[in-house]
């Protein structure tokens, strides 16, 4: 039932998973910094590439580094609910498919996307070589408007696609369709909204999330 995948959930322990994706967020954007070619861009640049690509390196990381989410279903009034204690209250109920202030929290669709993903990139055992050349194609995007290195760029996500092609053919020389079940991770990663992921493992640990100065400051601080 399509009414099923709009249900609200949340994380059934918020503090643990936060956590978790915290630091991996960390390592992640310490793994960004630490590639030379990422380094000889200009700061505006980076920020950039950063800003449009954290949340699925987030995800590349939160799947390399294994760690599970347990969701339950959220306490979020239906919409009778709503209008009977508005009319209780002497307020005027709100009228369907106006949103609601507070938090959005992620839909049950939302979250099966992410679980999903995190299952495919699990059923293929990816490997740490894999993982990097993934999030090498994912971090060097020639396709963000406001770019100035674009042709450097896009020879930087060339280099990592082939250098996954090379990998792949040499370890998993019977498997010739993984290279392409690895691109199809990179396909699901797409579909996944950076909102849904800030909101999800960032608002119940710094309240209203403006990822952008959190990034920047993270960024610009000695990893």
Known sequence: CPCGSRRRVALRSPQVACKAASAVLVKTLR???????FQELPLEEQLLLVRSCWAPLLLLGLAQDRVHLETVESAEPSMLQRILTARQQGERAPAPGR???????PSAGDIQAIKGFLAKCWSLDISTKEYAYLKGTVLFNPDLPGLQCTQYIEGLQREAQQA????VRLIHRGDEARFAKLNVVLSLLRSINANVVAELFFRPIIGAVNMDDMLLEMLCAKL
């Open 99 to 105: 949103p609601q202030h507070g938090p959005h929290l």
């Open 31 to 37: 793994f960004v910094q630490n590639v030379p070619c």
């Open 164 to 167: 996954l092609n090379e990998h």
